[in-house]
């Protein structure tokens, strides 16, 4: 019995032991990108690719920086609360939740609730009109059966050769 419990505990430890070393390619290739961004970001700034005064920004673009901004702060949090809870020993009840704290994380939730709700909208609407499109559609088949049907009580019956 020992032996087996001896077993199990090594087996539960060789799994942490590869979660970590995946956890470490993933954070290796994560600084990587983090690098990149970086570079981008210098770049465009060098560059002066963001005009001062303009008034047109690409909605599209907005919303892609947004989520990544989001995405970026909620990933930063989350490892940084488990690097934290590390360091002090883990609660008993193991809830790694981060709290929103800064103003920007609660303008940056504020403004994702606002496009879930805009989405939201939009795929109600979308939904009605896929609906009343059915409904016509149905209505059309329904109309071309019938016409169908009149259409053929009108030929003659007797197609016999005189």
Not at 44 to 60: C, F, H, V, W
Not at 88 to 99: C, I, Q, R, T
Not at 104 to 111: A, C, I, Y
Request: glycine share 4%.
């Amino acid at each position: 019995m020992f032996l087996f419990l001896q077993l199990k505990r090594m087996k539960a430890i060789e799994q942490e032991r590869d979660i970590l070393i995946q956890g470490l390619e993933v954070i290796e290739r994560t600084k990587e990108w983090y690098q990149k961004e970086l570079n981008l970001i210098s770049r465009q700034m060098k560059n002066r690719m963001i005009l001062e005064g303009s008034d047109t920004i690409n909605p599209a673009r907005q919303e892609k920086a947004a989520y990544k901004r989001a995405r970026i702060q909620d990933i930063n949090l989350q490892l940084t609360t488990l690097v934290q809870s590390s360091e002090m020993g883990f609660p008993d009840h193991m809830n790694l939740a981060v709290e929103l704290k800064s103003p920007s994380d609660r303008g940056t939730m504020n403004q994702l609730r606002q496009q879930n709700r805009q989405l939201t909208n939009e795929v109600s609407q979308k939904s009605e009109m896929i609906t009343k499109l059915n409904q016509e559609k149905s209505a059309l088949i329904r109309e071309l059966f019938e016409a169908r049907g009149r259409s053929q009580q009108k030929l003659p019956t007797n197609t016999t050769f005189l």
